[in-house]
Nanobody, 124 residues
Framework: QVQLVESGGGLVQPGGSLRLSCVVS????????TGWFRQAPGKEREFVAA????????YYTNDVKGRFTISRDTAKNTVYLQMNNVKPWDTAIYFC?????????????????WGQGTQVTVSS
């Protein structure tokens, strides 16, 4: 069974940086897509970033382009979301999710497996 475990959330000041980790276990192949989504209080879950591996194609929502970077360490079965120059509106619970390589990457319904989420709070 595929399991995803996120970590790395916390409190960070505006303009600061944070790196989220998502350990992926139980997959029998190394070809998959991993997405990061976030959900702020009272709002719907929204797409943040995705990566398709092993090709390494990445996608970002416009709001985080140039600030966030998604990457994968194959040896550690871990997908990262490096968050730089964070803004107060980045505050949310961040979830990683896993899917095959086909299908739209921005649609949460296309992801088969989800982590439990990690809280990110951007505040001075």
């Amino acid at each position: 069974q595929v399991q995803l475990v996120e970590s790395g959330g916390g409190l960070v000041q505006p303009g600061g940086s944070l790196r989220l980790s998502c350990v992926v276990s139980g997959r029998t192949d190394s070809s998959y897509g991993t997405g990061w989504f976030r959900q702020a209080p009272g709002k719907e879950r929204e797409f943040v970033a995705a990566g398709m591996w092993p090709i390494g194609t990445t996608y970002y929502t416009n709001d985080v382009k140039g600030r966030f970077t998604i990457s994968r360490d194959t040896a550690k079965n871990t997908v990262y979301l490096q968050m730089n120059n964070v803004k107060p509106w980045d505050t949310a619970i961040y979830f990683c999710a896993n899917k095959g390589l086909s299908g739209p990457y921005t649609n949460a319904a296309n992801y088969d497996y989800w982590g439990q989420g990690t809280q990110v709070t951007v505040s001075s």
